[in-house]
């Protein structure tokens, strides 16, 4: 191909792709399979990596994130986002309708929507792209989250070509559809990573993480609903046809709008909503009510918190009563303690409910829950029921209060909790069957060591004949072919499929191993971030707290646990014997053949595009002559190597660190200076 023709093939993929995340993630329409989307996208990116100059900088090769920021910015709003005045009465709805026609008459329209149950966010487009995404934070200023907001398939980075004006900034809420939110959610407790009570928190925890690359795994969606720009009268008379006309121009508008012209009207729609919000795939908790037309909104104005052309209608929570029947109290393999209430039978939004979390003591002496006690219960967030109250009146005159046990009720051992936290643990790590069966069950798992052959009733089984009692003895169970033949049920066939897939499990690599652990707190993710930075079993057994902790996204609960795993000497013993029986305890690097040591002692950050070469080559370059690689900017690095079109954020941090900026021809006068 000649240069030119590359230059084609790259501008081409690129709105190709641009086109199929458009249809898919804004008009849920998939032209195309995924796995042809994603030859595509590779296809594309290794263009972009042989001929950067040609590369856009708004390629849907992008949105995979991992461009890591250290802390984010703060910025003040253009317009304040506002909270809306809400109700959750028709009376006070009568109220805002006869305030709002006492000031502007009665030839109105309201425009009835959805409230979303996210977070809001406000996005900045200049020239069809998008140059900001800032959180609401105190209404005036907050957070600027651009990287993260990147990640989101349904927002534009680039717009498609259209009459937008050169610059403005609409609002919307991110949140998490309710599908993505139970399949991760269950992801994060098999892996013994903290779950989020409903999608909302799950979005909005998502949007704080540093690491945009961990946002991208993580399924969000945007629906917009406000419009703002200087003399905006002159494109459109109302925000209905804003909303209509914005997605034209590539955003992802919800179709469940509705103009009314009667309050009548504004009821029955709020009335529809009330049930069948159930049916819908996210959530909603409420509805938003606004005058339609801009020149009568700025006509009523605002008050100090809300603008008085409109008003959200919040949906009252289903609640139903039932009676607390037992409290049942389950231990997980990480030893942490669970009480869960066990609910006599009840209909609640459509789904019987049985038992409801009680998330730990804390919960239960608030809540303060006696024996036959009736509850209330409600589906928080329409997905995970909860108790939240006690009918008094119904309460029995001889019962006593629950006490949370002091013992494990698997094992007796005394549990324990740690300073700041509210969950119950039993620390009877090796000798309390739940966890040592957990652990075994959590090790072999499909995403950790991926044992074929052996599942979670094996390694009861085995765990009840004796023949298990630590994740090491796994790999020991070669030697004891006589015991498993005697085994019901256990022919040769799965025997030696069992010990083939053990065996097989020895390539893992270390990342897997670490995860495969069950060290609490340390998820799929977290391993990954451990094992890349430290490198072996070793470097980490021996870093500080303080050090594991500087570890990007890693915070101090998570280090302590790391760190009082690894000083246990029973799992030092283990770790001992998984290495010898030739599991993987360190990372696997390309060795690295030093061409030089010029660059000893010296690290180095690389950001922009460059002439000659991609960025992988010049950090295996900076590498291979004895130079250290950093992930953000700090005042420990050395060089930046500058390219063009490196962002102005590190430009200007690294700049305010006086950090000396060279470029490629700088960097190889360094390594060829002696
Ligand atoms: P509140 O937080 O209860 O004051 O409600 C106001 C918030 O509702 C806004 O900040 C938005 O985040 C959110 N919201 C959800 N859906 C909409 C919508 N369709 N129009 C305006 N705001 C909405
Ligand atoms: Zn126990």
């Not at 200023?141 to 680039?158: A, F, H, L």
């Not at 949370?404 to 909790?417: A, F, H, K, Q, V």
Request: charged letters at 25%; glycine letters at 6%.
């Amino acid at each position: 191909m000649s240069v030119m023709d590359i230059e084609k093939k790259i501008k081409d993929l690129t709105a190709e792709l641009n086109h199929y995340n458009y249809q898919y993630y804004v008009l849920a329409d998939s032209l195309i399979s995924d796995y042809d989307f994603d030859l595509k996208l590779k296809e594309l990116e290794a263009l972009e990596r042989q001929y950067p100059e040609f590369a856009d900088p708004n390629s849907p090769t992008q949105r995979v994130g991992g461009d890591i920021t250290s802390k984010f910015k703060t910025e003040k709003h253009r317009w304040p986002m506002l909270s809306l005045g809400n109700t959750y009465s028709q009376e006070e709805l009568f109220d805002f309708d006869q305030r709002i026609r006492k000031i502007i008459g009665d030839q109105f329209e309201y425009v009835c929507e959805l409230k979303f149950d996210g977070l809001s966010i406000s996005l900045t487009y200049e020239n069809g792209l998008l140059k900001k995404a800032v959180t609401r934070g105190d209404g005036t200023q907050g957070d600027v989250v651009t990287n993260n907001i990147k990640t989101i398939r349904s927002i534009p980075i680039r717009l498609k070509e259209g009459d937008y004006p050169s610059q403005f900034e609409i609002r919307g809420e991110i949140f998490m559809h309710k599908s993505a939110f139970l399949r991760l959610n269950k992801e994060r407790e098999e892996n013994a990573e903290q779950t989020y009570a409903n999608p909302r928190n799950f979005a909005s925890g998502t949007i704080k993480l540093q690491d945009s690359a961990e946002v991208a795994k993580r399924p969000l969606d945007c629906f917009l609903y406000f419009l703002y720009c200087d003399n905006r009268t002159n494109l459109f008379h109302d925000h209905w046809n804003s909303l209509e006309h914005v997605k034209s121009w590539g955003f992802h508008v919800c179709e469940h709008t509705k103009k009314c012209n009667l309050l009548a009207d504004v009821f029955e729609f709020i009335d529809y909503w009330d049930t069948e919000r159930h049916n819908l795939g996210y959530e909603i908790d409420g509805i938003v009510i606004k005058v339609n037309d801009y020149a009568q909104q700025e006509d009523l104005g605002f008050t100090a918190k809300n603008p008085r052309w409109a008003i959200s209608y919040k949906f009252k929570a289903e609640r139903v009563e039932t009676t607390l029947n037992t409290i049942s109290y389950q231990v997980g393999r990480t030893g942490a303690v669970t009480p869960v209430a066990n609910l006599q039978p009840v209909l609640l939004a459509g789904t019987t409910v049985k038992r409801a979390s009680l998330h730990n003591a804390n919960e239960i002496a608030r809540l303060d829950l006696h024996q036959g006690d009736t509850v209330y219960v409600e589906k928080g967030g329409e997905i995970i029921p909860k108790i939240i109250g006690v009918n008094l009146e119904k309460r029995l005159p001889d019962t006593t209060a629950f006490i949370y046990p002091n013992s494990c009720p698997e094992c007796g051992t005394t549990l324990i909790r740690q300073e700041g936290e509210a969950v119950h643990y039993c620390p009877n790590e090796t000798g309390c069957p739940p966890q040592i069966v957990g652990k075994m069950q959590h090790f072999i798992g499909r995403k950790m060591m991926d044992i074929e052959g052996m599942g979670d009733e094996t390694v009861e089984t085995f765990f009840k004949k004796g023949l298990l009692h630590n994740i090491v003895d796994i790999y020991g169970l070669k030697d004891h072919q006589e015991a498993l033949q005697q085994l019901d049920r256990f022919g040769q066939k799965s025997i030696d499929n069992m010990l083939a897939g053990i065996e097989k499990s020895k390539e893992k690599p270390f990342e897997k191993v670490l995860f495969s652990l069950g060290i609490r707190h340390v998820g799929e993710t977290i391993a990954k971030k451990l094992a890349q930075h430290f490198k072996n079993i070793d470097a980490l057994a021996q870093a500080s707290t303080e050090e594991i902790e500087g570890v990007q996204d890693i915070g101090r609960r998570i280090a302590e646990s790391v760190k009082e795993y690894l000083d246990n000497p029973i799992h030092q013993q283990q770790i001992i014997s998984l290495r010898n029986y030739g599991l993987k305890l360190e990372i696997e690097e390309r060795e690295i053949i030093l061409a030089s040591e010029n660059l000893s002692g010296k690290t180095f950050l690389i950001s922009g595009v460059f002439a000659d070469y991609s960025r992988e080559q010049l950090a295996e370059l900076i590498e291979s002559n004895g130079g250290k690689m950093l992930s953000s900017i700090s005042a420990k690095l050395n060089y930046l190597v500058a390219g063009d079109k490196m962002g102005p954020s590190k430009l200007a941090k690294a700049e305010k660190l006086g950090i000396p900026m060279i470029n490629e021809q700088d960097l190889l006068d360094l390594i060829h200076s002696k």
